[in-house]
């Protein structure tokens, strides 16, 4: 885009008549990789089924920003909670581009429901990422801190209240950051 000064590709992973050669060659030359809102597991459904999940993974080894919007957030992590036919929770894999917790976002009003189903099916005091909303969240390695909102690492006590970790504020970014997730 003359607007950005680069090129912009903008495949949309999800669509029927996506053109799956060009979006691999796009998503291999990105820089910035970003995944927008909507439904978690229809996205990696549709990486999957469209043979992208390689590509993916290798951007998010080499692009310098993996952002995730929403549904694209929660995509970039390990897992996140799915439900079959009859309302079952279920643990769900993601596409594990950096992330590593399974992350929830604005869904503070309810007191994250989604990432209590699902911790309540992983093993005792497993974390999670919860990103409220407004919040902003950068992710280097095993690093996390908000750029913007109170975002918070949490996990379950034994007696089923919230263990929290509120997420340190984030100092101004470098002019050359190394790989970074921003969710």
Known sequence: ?????????????????????????????????????GDTLHLVEAVR???????????????LVIYGLSAGA?????????????????VA???SLGVPWPTDVHDEDDDWPEMRALLELRPAKERGLVIPTGGAVVVDGLEAL???GPAEVRWLEEDGRWGVEPLSPSPPLPAAPSRRVVL
């Open 74 to 90: 929660c995509a970039a992590a390990p897992y996140t909670v799915g439900y079959d036919d009859d309302g079952a929770p279920r």
């Open 93 to 95: 894999r993601c596409l």
């Open 49 to 63: 089924a469209r043979g992208l999940e390689d590509a993916l993974g290798a951007a998010a080894r080499s692009a």
């Open 1 to 37: 885009s003359r607007h950005l000064g680069c090129e912009v590709a903008a495949p949309r992973l999800t669509d029927p008549a996506l053109d799956v050669a060009a979006a691999r060659e796009a998503i291999g030359a990105a820089g910035v990789v970003y995944l927008d809102g």
């Open 146 to 148: 908000c750029l913007a």
